[in-house]
């Protein structure tokens, strides 16, 4: 195996158990308008909605990228995944790839975008050092495409409907067919939607192969609130393995895609974009007092930060907020929710197990969470809350949701 794929955590089936990558978010602005996107939230193409992320100058990504590369191991791939499009504000994403390949020449570069401007910067990408290249692609026909894409904004001119699906579907499949000719390693992500290109899926899985695509990652669609789709029903994890493996016989398929964060930094599996980030969201601080007294059940690997999807948590550390004070009071094992490509649903015993467990506490925080656990605990009377911080602001954060007192930033 080319040790380009096998140094990259997405692209390699095993890699991501060693190596490490670094999302840089410096392309805040974007080119189209999915209808399943909110600008307020990071590109849904590579990552999932509802968390914003901070941007960064390229000055400001060498200096975190030199302190990350310090305390983060096995750190092989930078990338670029929004929060808006890396090819609408490719001059940012050149300058960064500049001092940081400056600092060391060993690391990867791995772009995503929509493929817009692929045919005007393709060549700028062969010669900028980018060897790996992700492309959404969700369809290769206008009109389904004109169902997924409200408009696009094209050198200067704005297209909607079917005409803006026309050009994207052009641009991207020619700037793929460009790029795979010159050996950059490409993969096309397809955010599978029901009722609008779940049945198309397959046909374009055999196109991109034939441009010479090296795998599709295949997504759930998450919906994002005030979007046009933000009422469409997410695809069942068994339908999308039933289509993922149907295109496996075209192309190899990807299936640990953690729809990350566009600042994720460390192995897939194992976020620590937390450890390093500026602002206050990670000095939120309740400077109210309260007596009142809650138990929470935590999706955490380290008791430090809320790192785990609730479907592969075995452990929950369970903690007691009173008095503004945290403590650990306990760790329960519990099932496995998911243990595999295919079984993730039907678990209503695993669920009733899960909130026995957890019987005391008020409320389970991950970091994420599916739809059908979800309404299951819900309805088991527990609040339910999809966070990414240190367990500690976690925490206090979803007090509120108690409480209804707001939080105080110390910034
Ligand atoms: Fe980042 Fe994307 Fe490169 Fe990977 S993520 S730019 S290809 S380095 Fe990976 Fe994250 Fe899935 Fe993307 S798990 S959302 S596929
Ligand atoms: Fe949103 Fe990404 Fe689509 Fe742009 S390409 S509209 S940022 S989902």
Redesign the pocket.
């Known amino acids: 195996m080319s040790i380009k794929i096998h140094k990259h ?2 692209f390699s089936d095993t890699g991501h158990k060693i190596y490490a ?1 670094m ?1 840089l978010p410096v392309a805040p602005a974007c080119n189209i308008q999915c209808n399943y996107c909110h600008r307020d939230y990071d590109c849904v193409n ?2 999932r909605p509802g968390v914003t992320s901070e941007i960064l100058t390229p000055g400001q990504s060498l200096d975190k990228f030199l302190k990350v590369k310090e305390k983060v191991q096995n750190l092989s ?1 930078i ?3 929004g929060p808006g499009d890396a090819l609408a504000n490719f001059d940012k994403v050149k300058k960064t790839i500049e001092l940081i390949s400056g600092a060391d020449p060993e690391v990867l570069f ?3 975008t929509n493929g817009l401007m692929l045919p005007h910067y393709a060549e700028e990408i062969v010669n900028s050092g980018i060897t ?1 290249v ?1 492309i959404t692609i969700n369809a290769i026909d206008r009109v389904i495409g004109g169902k997924i894409y409200e408009y696009i904004n094209y050198r200067g001119k704005v297209y909607t409907g079917e005409e803006a699906a026309e050009i994207l579907i052009k641009n991207q499949l020619q700037g793929l067919k460009y790029l795979a000719e010159r050996d950059i390693i490409c ?1 096309v ?1 397809i955010v599978a939607i029901k009722d609008i290109n779940e049945g198309h899926i397959e046909e374009i899985a055999k196109k991109v192969k034939a441009l010479g695509a090296f795998k599709t ?1 295949i997504m759930q669609l998450i919906p994002a609130p005030n979007t046009k789709f933000e009422n469409v029903e997410m695809l069942s994890n068994k339908r999308l393995n039933e289509i993922r493996k149907k295109c496996s016989g075209y192309i190899s398929q ?1 299936y640990h ?4 964060r566009a600042d ?1 930094i460390g192995l ?1 599996h194992r976020d620590r974009s937390v450890e390093f980030r500026g602002g206050c969201s990670s000095r939120v601080s309740r400077k109210t007092s309260r007596e009142d007294i809650y138990v929470f059940a935590v999706a955490t690997s380290d008791g430090k930060i809320i790192d785990q999807h609730f479907g592969q948590v075995e452990e929950f550390f369970i903690y007691k907020f009173a008095n503004n004070k945290i403590e650990l009071i306990d760790k329960r094992k519990v099932p496995r929710y998911c243990t595999g490509k295919e079984d993730c649903e039907d678990k209503k015993d695993y669920i009733i197990s899960i909130a026995d467990t957890l019987k005391d506490c008020a409320a389970v925080l991950s970091m994420r969470i599916g739809s059908e656990p979800k309404a299951k605990l819900k309805n088991a009377g527990f609040k339910v809350f999809e966070i990414y911080d240190t367990v500690q602001n976690g925490i206090i954060r979803s007090s509120e949701a108690f409480a209804e007192i707001p939080a105080v930033c110390e910034a």
């Open positions: 955590p997405c990558r999302h590579e990552s791939v990338g670029f995944a791995c772009l995503s790996h992700t993969k992500n990652n990807m895609c953690r729809q990350c994720a897939l």
